[in-house]
């Protein structure tokens, strides 16, 4: 059985949102715009 420690915080506003990754004791941010296409854009 794995064990996996990952921890995602996601902050929403109107225009936009701020992500935070929590892994391996690192830590990876990211601003988005809020639209479908600029978020996919991101994750890939």
Do not use: C, H, Q, W
């Not at 830590?27 to 996919?40: M, Q």
């Amino acid at each position: 059985m794995n064990s996996y420690k990952i921890v995602v915080g996601v902050d929403v506003s109107k225009n936009s949102f701020t992500a935070t990754v929590l892994y391996d004791n690192k830590r990876e941010s990211f601003e988005v715009k809020s639209d479908p296409v600029e978020f996919e854009k991101k994750i890939k």
